[in-house]
């Protein structure tokens, strides 16, 4: 008998590429927050059935990139300063976490693999490609993250960095000094590939320190002036 494939590994590659697909407009800000999320246009856009277009939308709203209003409608997720804050003192504990055991679990192929990242960014930094610079940023976080060896913790942390990319991109966080962006990777990178934990825990978790102290401030004025606009007057 020939073997034939199961049509419902199909369908599930058809779910993650049309989520993919999804994905990446709403992180680059082709569909910007509270953009409604019509099925029947996606699955025309796509070409794959509404069905698959709402189990692609479950797994954004999953990730915090789609909110499900009323059950029946779909739409980008907000944006908000606030919204960053929490990321990034989430992503700090992650990858602090996550340095450490990398720290831990270095290998040889898995300290030339950080070596080369590193060496991305760099390249991307005396460009001065911006777009190349966040890529090879978060590229260099998840390669840390990879060598915890800590599934579970790879999972979530792919998750937050998608959402923290779509916050930076719509309330308009830019990156650093790229001077000081590549010497704070850099530490980070040698205490991750000499083994310190102590130090690479501490760097990970400190590495965004300036922007969480910035969100910080920015989300109490965003709240100020929400309670000033709710406030009888």
Not at 52 to 69: K, N, P
Not at 104 to 113: F, I, K, L
Request: aromatic share 4%.
């Amino acid at each position: 008998m020939v073997a034939l494939e199961s049509l419902k590994t199909q369908d599930r590659l058809l779910d993650r590429q049309a989520a993919s697909s999804i994905r990446r407009q709403i992180v680059s800000g082709t569909m910007p927050p509270g953009h409604r999320l019509l099925e029947t246009e996606l699955a025309r856009n796509l070409e794959v059935s509404r069905g698959t277009i709402r189990s692609a939308l479950m797994q954004l709203t999953s990730e915090g990139l789609v909110c499900q209003v009323a059950f029946t409608k779909w739409e980008v997720a907000p944006a908000s300063v606030h919204e960053a804050w929490e990321l990034y003192t989430l992503r700090a504990v992650l990858e602090g976490l996550g340095a450490r055991l990398a720290a831990e679990r270095a290998t040889p192929a898995s300290r030339t693999q950080l070596a080369k990242a590193f060496s991305e960014l760099e390249k991307a930094a005396k460009a001065g490609n911006r777009e190349a610079i966040v890529d090879a940023d978060f590229n260099l976080h998840r390669t840390v993250i990879g060598m915890s060896g800590h599934g579970r913790l790879i999972q979530q942390h792919e998750r937050l960095i998608q959402q923290v990319r779509f916050q930076m991109t719509h309330i308009g966080l830019t990156a650093r000094d790229y001077h000081h962006l590549l010497e704070d990777h850099r530490a980070l990178k040698d205490a991750v590939a000499s083994g310190d934990a102590d130090k690479a825990e501490q760097l990970a978790r400190t590495h965004n320190s300036a922007e969480v102290e910035r969100l910080l401030a920015e989300s109490v004025k965003e709240k100020s002036a929400a309670a000033g606009r709710d406030s009888p007057g």
